[in-house]
Structures are given as C-alpha cells and as structure tokens.
C-alpha cells in the first residue's frame, strides 16, 4: 500500500512539474520587454544572489569609468554572469522569471540611473526571437554598491519547471 501511494504521488508531482509557466503580458498591448506577472507551478526554485560585473579594463584607475565600463557595458557583464551561473545549473536565461534591477545614478546623466543604457543590454537577453520569456522585473536607483563606480547589480529568480 505505501508503494502504491509513493507511486501516486510521484505521478502527480511530475505531472505539476510538466506544467508551464505562466507569464502574463502587460495591459494594454505594451510591447515593453517585461511581464506584469509569472505564475510558476510547482517545481524547483533557483534565487541566484545579484552578480555584479567584471572590471572592464583591469588596467585602468581602479574605481573609474574605464575600468568597469558604463551602464550599458556593466549590465552586459552582469547578465553575461547571470547566464553562465544559470547554464552550470541546467538552465537558461529563459527560466528567468524575476529579476531585480539596483542600478547607480550615472554622473554624466546629472546623477540619474542610466535605464536606457540598461536597457541596451537587457534586451539582447530577453524578448528576442531566440528567448522570448520575459520576467516580471524591478529596477531602482540606489546610492551606491559594494564598490565605488559599479554602476549595476541585478539578482534573478529561475525555476527549473
């Protein structure tokens, strides 16, 4: 009897883990790359701590543009950490479905975060013909990261479905 009912249940677990996320468009035909909503089915969950990118130039004046690179270039290294974290797991960047975005206001844009810049980068990992999943995702302006010029760290929560 115990067999039998191990049986059922492991039936019925695989049948919740086949079952596909649920990502709910924005209202109104918004063609903005992020989703109002994921609604995940049980399976297993992945909270990837936030990556912060690599030093673009090594050489250069520590803490300067030119050794971490601007917005743009910071969130490429970033997701680019994102997406190889992810691939040791089993996953990809499709499997993404919240991201939080901490990005630092830019002095060349009066103090203001650089979304634009973020933007540039973040698409080419999602809303594309290859990766068409988008996350429900929220960005901020904070004062400051772990260390000074990082202008961008970016946490994701996966699912393995």
């Given at each position: 009897?115990n067999k039998?009912?191990?049986i ?10 086949a079952?596909e ?5 924005l209202?109104?035909?918004?063609t903005?790359?992020?989703a109002?909503?994921v609604?995940v ?8 701590s ?6 673009k130039d090594e ?5 300067s543009?030119?050794?971490w690179?601007?917005t ?12 190889s ?7 990809d ?5 919240k991201?939080t975005v901490f990005l630092?206001?830019d002095?060349a844009?009066?103090?203001?975060m ?7 980068s973040?698409v ?11 996350p429900a995702?929220s960005?901020?302006q ?12 970016i946490e994701?929560i996966?699912v393995?479905?």
């Open positions: 009897m039998l009912l191990c059922i249940a492991l039936t019925l677990a695989g049948s919740a883990n079952e996320v649920k990502r709910y468009p209202p109104g035909g918004s903005f790359p992020i109002s909503a609604e089915p049980a399976g297993s969950t992945i909270y990837e936030g990556k912060i990118p690599a030093p050489t250069a004046e520590a803490d543009l030119a050794f690179g601007n743009e270039e910071q969130t490429d290294s970033v997701l680019a950490r994102i997406e974290s992810l691939k040791a797991k089993g996953l960047m499709g499997n993404v479905v991201m630092v206001g002095p844009l009066e103090g203001r650089d979304f634009a810049g973020f933007m540039k973040y080419k990992y999602f809303g594309t013909k290859e990766q068409p999943n988008l995702r960005a901020l904070v004062a400051g990261l772990v260390a000074k010029g990082m202008m961008v760290e994701v996966a393995r479905p």
